[in-house]
């Protein structure tokens, strides 16, 4: 079994800190998802990483892909109360249809 | 464009009972998985369909199942419903045949007594 484990499990900051969430794995991935779940709602998709060493970023927010591809973490700067949510990793094995998820950091962020 | 859209928001049943739960993917995907999110256990897998075959399936007992139908709609049964599998099903659909950018629902909320 693929576990994805993320740390921490949860995060409470105050508006304008920094934040590095991670997610590791036992197992290669060939490509890793970032998603963020607002409460009442679906998992919306930040970005997907395929390539070992691979670093992107989205405004504030930056991925990167482990050496190995085996872990990712996403870095926020100068965090907004609407950065509040649910960050799940998701890593996919060749052109399985399947996604494992990570186990979730729950972030707070509050004037 | 309309979003994944998933019937009904909120469910009630009790233990023994069955239920469906309805999924209408974006308008051209042609690929819908299936998750289960709790807090416990976060989300899982359950299955995915592809013009209508069942592609993949997660690690779930034979009382989960699903199908697809030839406009690309999906729903799943859950039978002989326990109170475990009080949950949030959440639908996904997708355009490309790999399955690489998912576009998920609302979710419906299932709670079982």
């Known amino acids: 079994t693929q576990l994805l484990e993320q740390s921490p499990q949860f995060l409470s900051i105050q508006e304008g800190e920094n934040l590095t969430v991670y997610c590791n794995s036992s197992?290669?991935?060939?490509?890793l998802q970032w998603y963020r779940q607002e409460p009442g709602e679906g998992p919306v998709l930040l970005v997907t990483?395929?390539?070992?060493?691979e670093v992107k970023k989205l405004k504030r927010l930056t991925f990167q892909f482990g050496d190995a591809r085996k872990d990712s973490s996403l870095h926020i700067t100068a965090a907004q109360p609407g950065d509040t949510g649910l960050y799940l990793c998701?890593?996919?094995?060749?052109?399985?249809?399947?996604?494992?998820f990570g186990t979730g950091t729950r972030l707070q962020v509050t004037l | 464009k309309a979003g994944v859209t998933q019937t009904p928001r909120y469910l009630i049943k009790t233990r023994g009972q069955q239920v469906t739960l309805s999924c209408s993917p974006i308008?051209?995907?042609?690929?819908v998985s299936w998750y289960q999110q709790t807090p416990g256990q976060g989300l899982q897998f359950l299955f995915e369909?592809?013009?209508?075959?069942?592609?993949n399936k997660g690690n779930f007992p034979g009382r989960f199942s699903g199908r697809q139908f030839s406009n690309s709609r999906s729903e799943m049964n859950v039978s002989t419903l326990e109170l475990g599998d009080s949950a949030l099903y959440l639908c996904?659909?997708?355009?490309?045949?790999?399955?690489?950018?998912?576009?998920f629902g609302s979710g419906t909320q299932l709670s079982v007594l």
């Open positions: 996904a659909s997708s355009q490309d045949r790999v399955v690489e950018k998912l576009f």
């Open positions: 197992s290669v991935f060939s490509s």
């Open positions: 990483v395929v390539t070992g060493g």
């Open positions: 998701a890593g996919r094995t060749g052109t399985a249809s399947k996604l494992t």
């Open positions: 308008s051209g995907h042609r690929s």
């Open positions: 369909y592809f013009s209508e075959t069942q592609r």
